[in-house]
């Protein structure tokens, strides 16, 4: 596990449903800046270090250039290298710039979609406690269908990066402890491939 900085520089975004993309209306998604090693070993190091705060079924690719989300898990993703424009919370979102070092973690439900890339870029992806997510695009009908797993999507155990203590683990459990009441009262996530 990673030692949490002092410093460490975090950006939050909550995005609401849209009709199209229900996105995820209690948990924000975080951006780590610059956690990662970077380096030629920088892809290997980030697998390692996903799974061992029980982000797996890692996968190392790109980012896929549609509008997609998942309903059946929450989704990690470290910029090991290159970088890249993402487009978060659908057409209607915002876009976000990615480098190498940083770490992205999607809740079940934001879409996403690469809107450019540098020709180097190298994404690895995980998802927590060994699930596998389903793939889903934007429309009345899927969103319609989804939101009912999206609600069902436990909470992870630990942070993909931080572990048990993790800024992520505690702003997401302060979400879902301010919506439904006492602290902790949540379920624990899964994780897949897709990006």
């Not at 057409?91 to 020709?119: C, F, N, Q, Y």
């Not at 989804?146 to 979400?175: K, M, Q």
């Amino acid at each position: 596990m990673v030692e949490t900085p002092e410093a460490l520089f975090i950006e939050e975004h909550l995005f609401t449903d849209d009709g199209d993309v229900p996105n995820n209306p209690s948990l924000p998604l975080i951006v780590y800046r610059a956690v990662l090693e970077t380096g030629p070993r920088a892809a290997a190091a980030c697998e390692v270090l996903f799974a061992g705060n029980d982000w797996s079924a890692a996968w190392v690719d790109g980012i896929y250039a549609h509008h997609h989300y998942h309903s059946t898990a929450h989704e990690a993703l470290g910029i090991a290298a290159g970088s890249v424009r993402v487009r978060l919370g659908g057409e209607s979102g915002k876009t976000v710039e990615l480098r190498a070092g940083d770490v992205v973690v999607i809740p079940a439900g934001v879409a996403h979609k690469s809107e450019g890339a540098s020709p180097d870029l190298v994404v690895v992806g995980a998802y927590p406690g060994g699930r596998t997510p389903d793939m889903r695009r934007p429309g009345a009908q899927e969103c319609e269908r989804a939101r009912r797993n999206i609600t069902e999507v436990a909470l992870p155990t630990c942070d993909p990066v931080y572990g048990t203590s993790g800024p992520l683990f505690e702003r997401w459990r302060g979400a879902i402890g301010a919506e439904r009441g006492p602290p902790g009262a949540g379920p624990a996530r899964q994780r897949q491939r897709p990006e």
